[in-house]
T-cell receptor, first 113, second 111 residues
Framework: AAGVIQSPRHLIKEKRETATLKCYPIPRHDTVYWYQQGPGQDPQFLIS???????DKGSIPDRFSAQQFSDYHSELNMSSLELGDSALYFC????????????FGPGTRLLVL | LAKTTQPISMDSYEGQEVNITCSHNNIATNDYITWYQQFPSQGPRFIIQGYKTKVTNEVASLFIPADRKSSTLSLPRVSLSDTAVYYC????????????FGTGTQLKVEL
């Protein structure tokens, strides 16, 4: 079965640069979630979108923004990168935003130097 | 969101049954209990979800007592490949579906 696709899988950036992470949800899924997992930490919710509208917001820095497009894929834009942004970024998708199971992608590992 | 408490770590041997208990004293009426498994550097993987009593699927069972203040994930006959972090999550299913991960349980399975 098709899974959540994330690209790139690995990304190296320098401080103050920008990065764009992409997420392609499971076909027919209309809800996308972004999570950040720092080294040795538990995943932390950043933001979610349902039917192309932001549905919930967590601990996402103001330097980050995200959107969901008409084909339901989502992009997380990160600017003025800091060393502390180095982490695994996971995208998850679900069909609906009312408690349906979330399926996670393989993640993007971002390293900020 | 209800806070959850799990053991930080557990050790087991191949072939044994492993039971991981999660406490969630403040669980709300609408909350479901969901367990995820995570291997290093991989995305969490859904294992099982339940509301009350017992739920079983091909990989695990979930036991929830009547008061729902705790739940137990049961993994039958674990193998080395079950070594992972297991997260218990409690959340409302009526909207605002973000998952709040607490500190999971690191299960280590040995020969």
């Amino acid at each position: 079965a098709a899974g959540v696709i994330q690209s790139p899988r690995h990304l190296i950036k320098e401080k103050r640069e920008t990065a764009t992470l992409k997420c392609y949800p499971i076909p027919r899924h209309d809800t996308v979630y972004w999570y950040q997992q720092g080294p040795g930490q538990d995943p932390q919710f950043l933001i979610s979108f349902y039917e192309k509208m932001q549905s919930d917001k967590g601990s996402i820095p103001d330097r980050f923004s995200a959107q969901q497009f008409s084909d339901y894929h989502s992009e997380l834009n990160m600017s003025s990168l800091e060393l502390g942004d180095s982490a695994l970024y996971f995208c998850a998708s679900s069909l609906g935003d009312t408690g349906e199971t979330q399926y996670f992608g393989p993640g993007t590992r971002l390293l900020v130097l | 969101l209800a806070k959850t408490t799990q053991p930080i770590s557990m050790d087991s041997y191949e072939g044994q049954e492993v039971n991981i208990t999660c406490s969630h004293n403040n669980i709300a009426t609408n909350d479901y209990i969901t367990w995820y498994q995570q291997f290093p550097s991989q995305g969490p993987r859904f294992i099982i979800q339940g509301y009350k009593t017992k739920v079983t699927n091909e990989v695990a069972s979930l036991f929830i007592p009547a008061d729902r203040k705790s739940s137990t994930l049961s993994l039958p006959r674990v193998s080395l490949s079950d070594t992972a972090v297991y997260y218990c999550l409690v959340g409302f299913t009526g909207g605002g579906n973000k998952l709040t991960f607490g500190t999971g349980t690191q299960l280590k399975v040995e020969l």
